[in-house]
Nanobody, 128 residues
Framework: QVQIVESGGGLVEVGGSLRLSCSAS????????IGWYRQAPGKQRELVAG???????DYADSVKNRFTLSRDASKNTAYLQMDNLNTEDTAVYYC??????????????????????WGQGTLVNVSS
C-alpha cells in the first residue's frame, strides 16, 4: 500500500519560512512528477508548484520568487521551501506525486502506467 506523507507544516509569523517534505512509503518506485497543492478554508484546492516528468519546475504567480522546489533522489523525497510567508499562504498543503508502476488492479502494463497519489496534507498557518 503506497502512502504519501507530507510534513513540515506549522505555525509561523508573517515573513517567516517553512520547508515542507513529501515522501512515499510502501513502494520502491521513485517519485516522478510532483505537484504541490493547497486548500485554504472556504476555497478550492489550487496548484502551487510542480515538478514535471522531465524535471522542470513551475510555480503559481502568487508564490513565484518565494517558494522553491527541490528533491533529494537518494531519499526519494521532494521539498517545498516557502519563504517570506504571508497570511494568504495559510492553507493545508498537499503533495501529489506520480509513480510509474507496471502492475495495477490486477493488470500488467509493459510500458508502465503513471498513478497519482495524494498525501493527507500538512497545515501551514501564517499569523500576522
Amino acid at each position: 500500500q503506497v502512502q504519501i506523507v507530507e510534513s513540515g507544516g506549522g505555525l509561523v509569523e508573517v515573513g517567516g519560512s517553512l520547508r515542507l517534505s513529501c515522501s512515499a512509503s510502501g513502494t520502491t518506485r521513485d517519485l516522478d512528477a510532483i505537484g504541490w497543492y493547497r486548500q485554504a478554508p472556504g476555497k478550492q484546492r489550487e496548484l502551487v508548484a510542480g515538478f514535471t516528468r522531465v524535471g522542470s519546475t513551475d510555480y503559481a504567480d502568487s508564490v513565484k520568487n518565494r517558494f522553491t522546489l527541490s528533491r533529494d533522489a537518494s531519499k526519494n523525497t521532494a521539498y517545498l521551501q516557502m519563504d517570506n510567508l504571508n497570511t494568504e499562504d495559510t492553507a493545508v498543503y498537499y503533495c501529489r506525486p506520480e509513480l510509474l508502476v507496471s502492475f495495477h488492479g490486477g493488470a500488467f502494463y509493459p510500458g508502465g502506467r503513471y498513478l497519482e497519489y495524494w498525501g493527507q496534507g500538512t497545515l501551514v498557518n501564517v499569523s500576522s
